[in-house]
Structure formats: structure tokens, C-alpha cells
């Protein structure tokens, strides 16, 4: 009961908590709240995605399936046919995403496969959520071990991947808030804790800025000044120099992507 009080107050007191943790801090609590909620929310998220983007899948899996029977009779005419039609649905399914509204009826989809397509992403979903955020932890954890020794303070890599693990649970507030937000009002307010997107801005850098990424800075901040006894400039350097380079990257991403789609047309 004194652990799971501890996944409280590390939310508003996480000197205090990092500090009672120092010597034997617990990874599997902290781990199993993070992969649970964001299992829950990565099902709820695509639970909820548009349903034309489903029945494009589902058109894409039957032309699929034509393009192999198509193979094994050898019609090579056909197979062109086939191959044209892909190239469509692709572009119709990137159209839909950025948020161009299409007759799913007109597709040719019958409502058994859209639902099928849709079963099948939600089941996958948490085990891939749990995977991602599993190796995102893994990576920080790694980095804040690397970056302590840089600083000449040396603890072991298992208490620095804890450390991650604990600074992270405000994604488990976060989640929880998304969920309820989604269920009383739709998915278009999935991303209502990303500030930018407020303003407009919809890239994937401005989803990732948000509200639990702040709040999870506050935590580890603490909890690094808290471990190394370093000062708060240097402890904010070291907590909030990977979320700027994935930043960074994601804003290159997107406009290499950007770039890609106006060559093509």
C-alpha cells in the first residue's frame, strides 16, 4: 500500500519520493501502471479512427488478395489493373488522413470486413503500445545512466531505467484524462492535451508537447537534483535534451514527408 501511495505523491512531491527510492527504487509498479494505461488508450484510439480509413484497409486486403490469385492465373493485364487500383486506395487513404471526407459506401466494402479490420487494430493495439513505450523507457533509461556518468555520478543502470519508469507516470494521468475525454467527446479531443494543437499546428511534434511531457520534466528534474545532487540548470539540460531532439527529428521527418508528397504529384 506504501508503493502505490508513492505512485501519488510522486506526482506533486517527487523530490520527497525520489529521495525515500534512492537506494532500492521498484521498476515493476511504476512499469506495469505506464504499459496498462497506455494499452487501454492505444485500444481506445483506434477503436475510434475514421471509419473510411478501416474500409480503405479492407479494400486494400481484398485487391490483395485478387493480386495473388491474379499471380498464380498469370494474368498479367489483370495484375496492372490490380496494381492501379492499390495506387488509388494509397491515395485516397493519405487524402482521408489529412482530413478529406469520402463516401465509405461508394468503396464497395461490406460493414463485416470494415468491422473485422477494426477488431483486428484494436486487439493489436496495446501490445504495440506496450512494446513502443517498453523501448522508449529502455532508451531513457539508458540515456540518463550515460548522462550521470558524464556528470561523474555513477549509479547503476536498473535504478536509472526506475527513474525513467517514475518520471513517466504522468502519461498514466494523461491517458486516463484522453480516455475520458474521447468517450464524452468524440476523438477529436484524443490530442485535447497537446497545447499547439489548439493553435492549429497538427504534426506529429505538436501532439508530442504535450501536458504529461511537462509534468513528467517537473518530476524528472526533481528527481535528478534530487539523485546527483546537481543544480536545477544542469538537471533541466539533461531531462529535457532528448524530448528536443525528437522534436527536432519528427519536425524533419514531417517536412521530408511533405516534400515526398508534393515530388509525387
Not at 468491422?115 to 503500445?129: I, L, Q
Request: hydrophobic share 55%.
Amino acid at each position: 500500500m506504501h508503493r502505490v501511495e508513492r505512485l501519488v505523491r510522486v506526482l506533486t512531491s517527487p523530490r520527497e519520493v525520489f529521495d525515500e527510492i534512492r537506494e532500492r527504487p521498484s521498476i515493476l509498479l511504476p512499469l506495469i501502471c505506464i504499459l496498462i494505461a497506455g494499452g487501454v488508450w492505444a485500444a481506445v484510439q483506434a477503436y475510434n479512427v475514421d471509419e473510411a480509413i478501416y474500409a480503405l484497409e479492407a479494400k486494400a486486403q481484398n485487391e490483395l488478395g485478387q493480386v495473388f490469385s491474379t499471380i498464380l492465373g498469370g494474368d498479367v493485364e489483370q495484375l496492372e489493373e490490380n496494381a492501379q487500383d492499390l495506387e488509388e486506395i494509397e491515395e485516397l487513404t493519405r487524402r482521408v488522413a489529412e482530413g478529406e471526407t469520402i463516401d465509405v459506401d461508394s468503396l464497395g466494402v461490406s460493414s463485416e470486413d470494415i468491422a473485422r479490420v477494426r477488431t483486428n487494430a484494436t486487439a493489436m493495439a496495446p501490445f504495440m503500445s506496450a512494446v513502443g513505450i517498453a523501448l522508449v523507457l529502455l532508451l531513457l533509461g539508458t540515456y540518463y545512466f550515460i548522462a550521470a556518468r558524464v556528470v561523474k555520478f555513477e549509479v547503476g543502470w536498473e535504478k536509472w531505467f526506475a527513474f525513467a519508469c517514475w518520471a513517466g507516470l504522468p502519461y498514466v494521468v494523461g491517458y486516463i484524462v484522453k480516455i475520458v475525454l474521447v468517450f464524452f467527446g468524440g476523438a477529436k479531443l484524443g490530442n485535447a492535451l497537446a497545447p499547439m494543437t489548439w493553435f492549429g499546428f497538427e504534426g506529429a511534434w505538436a501532439m508530442f508537447l504535450d501536458g504529461p511531457l511537462f509534468w513528467s520534466f517537473f518530476i524528472a528534474i526533481q528527481g535528478f537534483m534530487c539523485w546527483t545532487s546537481k543544480d536545477v540548470r544542469t538537471s533541466a539540460v539533461v531531462v529535457v535534451l532528448p524530448a528536443a531532439l525528437a522534436v527536432g527529428l519528427l519536425c524533419v521527418l514531417e517536412g521530408f514527408s511533405e516534400f515526398a508528397v508534393q515530388s509525387l504529384r
